[in-house]
T-cell receptor
Framework: AQSVTQPDIHITVSEGASLELRCNYS??????LFWYVQSPGQGLQLLLK??????LVQGIKGFEAEFKRSQSSFNLRKPSVHWSDAAEYFC???????????FGTGTQLKVEL | NAGVTQTPKFRVLKTGQSMTLLCAQD?????MYWYRQDPGMGLRLIHY???????AKGEVPDGYNVSRLKKQNFLLGLESAAPSQTSVYFC??????????????FGQGTRLTVV
């Protein structure tokens, strides 16, 4: 069965430190993967997406993600975190007919000043 | 550039009341979706539609009904609201297909409380 796992419920980093948010997926076909960010009380904003080709994907706000098929992972990274990056981050995968999105349970990022 | 618009943004219902959430998109997208977001559970798909006049069940469809009479609108109905339906509801839409430019666009959400 298809699924997305985000192992870390909460992560706290200091401003200026590097960040890596983990995402693992289970899917029997070619995965199409996404990272979304949600600020408190807001909707979801797409950070980046992987469809095919280069396994290192660049997104908005200085984020990048690396697709590793052998590890079934699509981890999100940022070299230097800003206080404004504090939000909840969701990894998602297209599954089945209708291009339905299956989401992970999210990782809440807190940034310490 | 309205994108995906959800109405209303907030609502408080009493148990047993009914209501309809409206999702409207102005991007001529074929596919539309309703998700609910609950703490610690991410977003879960309630119902979706791949075109005008068609709907299908998602992961958590019980207690909800939907209709897509017009391509641009996707309605989510609660016939008899229950406290378990307290949640934040998100609508999304996208082009048909899975190419680089067919990601889903989300509305701002509807916060529903059932008391």
């Amino acid at each position: 069965a298809q699924s997305v796992t985000q192992p870390d419920i909460h992560i706290t980093v200091s401003e200026g430190a590097s960040l890596e948010l983990r995402c693992n997926y289970s899917y029997g076909a070619t995965p199409y993967l996404f990272w979304y960010v949600q600020s408190p009380g807001q909707g979801l904003q797409l950070l980046l997406k992987y469809f095919s080709g280069d396994t290192l994907v660049q997104g908005i706000k200085g984020f990048e993600a690396e697709f590793k098929r052998s590890q079934s992972s699509f981890n999100l990274r940022k070299p230097s975190v800003h206080w404004s990056d504090a939000a909840e981050y969701f990894c998602a995968l297209y599954t089945g007919g209708g291009n339905k999105l299956t989401f992970g349970t999210g990782t809440q990022l807190k940034v310490e000043l | 550039n309205a994108g995906v618009t959800q109405t209303p943004k907030f609502r408080v219902l009493k148990t047993g009341q009914s209501m309809t959430l409206l999702c409207a998109q102005d991007m001529n997208h074929e596919y539309m979706y309703w998700y609910r977001q609950d703490p610690g559970m991410g977003l879960r798909l309630i119902h979706y539609s791949v075109g005008e006049g068609t709907t299908a069940k998602g992961e958590v469809p019980d207690g909800y009904n939907v209709s897509r009479l017009k391509k641009q609108n996707f309605l989510l109905g609660l016939e008899s609201a229950a406290p378990s339906q307290t949640s934040v509801y998100f609508c999304a839409s996208k082009w048909r297909g899975q190419t680089m430019n067919t990601e889903a666009f989300f509305g701002q959400g509807t916060r529903l409380t059932v008391v």
